[in-house]
């Protein structure tokens, strides 16, 4: 009898053993199911099924992605703007399914880049890349203004494009639009997300630049400022010196270097750029905001016009500190949107209808004694 509870108690310690170990083995499939399906705000690089973003064999849900001919890394949305301006007439910023952020949309907030919805009622209002299927009509605007490494005829209205050679993003070494950005969605780029900030692991690749422009050093925003606020934004890398621009290299690693790939002349300090110093032949970038005279009240980080910094730091610092030789720093970025926006030349304020229309100045947020 004693035998025989004994062997009861074995056996019902082994069912209990049982129970707890499919209990973990369900609680560890369940997570392992939400890590590879939902996608993470925090995640440093893509996630979620492969079937997101790529076709195995040319065909979604019985149908063809494309007529004819190969489809260039097996992307089931073909190009940049089919992933990153899939609805533009949608009120979402943000795809949730990938967590993908939208640059061509109908949402009433903007991400920190802008929006190429603007260039609908003007082109003047922003980069008409033809990703958007709506060309630049200027015919001035090629060369790009304030050109000073590109041949004559190298980008122009029917080839301006996202990425590489002869885009923004990418390698610009690499002609291909797709093939220059190869690799950076799979990259681990926590280099550049805030709480595991390092600098010194930032520029190497495209995967590991800010917003995939490479050579481009910052601090990205989980969001990409569909929310914002003085502690909530980007922080963008700048210098005290505006250096030696290129064409396929951005100057010091800064966001102002990176525009002066296609605009040179504003971004440098020879006679011929921006000059050194003041008086100033065009409004200087990558100089540290003055630490006298009106620039002093400039204090609190400001979204109308935000600056650079010298170091960035483990997160969004709400904080402005004109020093006038280390921080803080005027960049183009200080004025313009990236990819388009509601005001003339892709301005962050409605400079041309000023004072006319009643708004904000935001010459004002540096000029402070013009208010």
């Not at 250096?243 to 002349?265: M, Q």
């Not at 400079?351 to 013009?370: D, E, F, L």
């Amino acid at each position: 009898m004693i035998m025989r509870n004994r062997d009861g108690m074995r056996r019902s310690g082994n069912n209990k053993d049982r129970i707890i170990l499919f209990c973990l083995l369900f609680v560890l499939c369940s997570l392992l199911f939400a890590l590879c399906w939902f996608p993470l705000s925090l995640e440093a690089k893509v996630t979620g099924n492969c079937v997101n973003c790529h076709t195995m064999h040319n065909s979604q849900n019985g149908s063809a992605v494309v007529a004819e001919g190969p489809q260039r890394c097996l992307l089931a949305r073909a190009d940049c703007l089919g992933c990153h301006g899939q609805s533009p007439s949608g009120s979402n910023n943000i795809i949730t399914l990938g967590n993908v952020p939208q640059v061509l949309h109908a949402a009433t907030t903007d991400l920190a880049g802008g929006n190429f919805k603007y260039l609908d009622t003007d082109d003047n209002r922003g980069h008409n890349v033809i990703d958007t299927g709506n060309q630049e009509g200027n015919a001035s605007m090629f060369p790009p203004p304030g050109n000073q490494h590109l041949a004559v005829g190298e980008i122009i209205a029917t080839n301006f494009t996202c990425s590489g050679a002869k885009g923004c993003h990418g390698d610009r070494t690499v002609e291909d639009k797709l093939l220059s950005l190869k690799g950076a969605h799979h990259t681990d780029d926590s280099v550049l997300k805030f709480g595991s900030i390092n600098v010194s692991g930032q520029g190497s690749s495209t995967g590991l630049s800010y917003r995939f422009l490479k050579g481009v050093y910052g601090g990205e925003d989980t969001d990409w400022q569909a929310s914002s606020g003085s502690t909530d934004h980007n922080e963008y890398f700048g210098a005290t010196t505006m250096g030696a621009s290129s064409a396929t290299a951005p100057a010091n690693n800064t966001i102002s270097g990176l525009c002066a790939e296609c605009h040179g002349y504003f971004h440098g300090t020879t006679s011929s750029e921006c000059s050194s110093a003041s008086p100033w032949l065009r409004h200087p970038t990558d100089t540290s905001l003055p630490s006298s005279g009106e620039y002093t009240a400039y204090t609190a980080y400001s979204l109308t016009a935000p600056v650079a910094r010298t170091t960035i730091l483990g997160s969004p610092s709400g904080t402005v500190t004109p020093s006038g030789t280390t921080d803080d720093i005027v960049m183009c970025l200080s004025c313009h949107r990236a990819h388009a926006s509601p005001y003339f030349k892709m301005m962050r304020w409605d400079y041309k209808g000023w004072p006319a229309n009643g708004q904000i100045n935001g010459c004002n947020v540096c000029h402070t004694s013009k208010n």
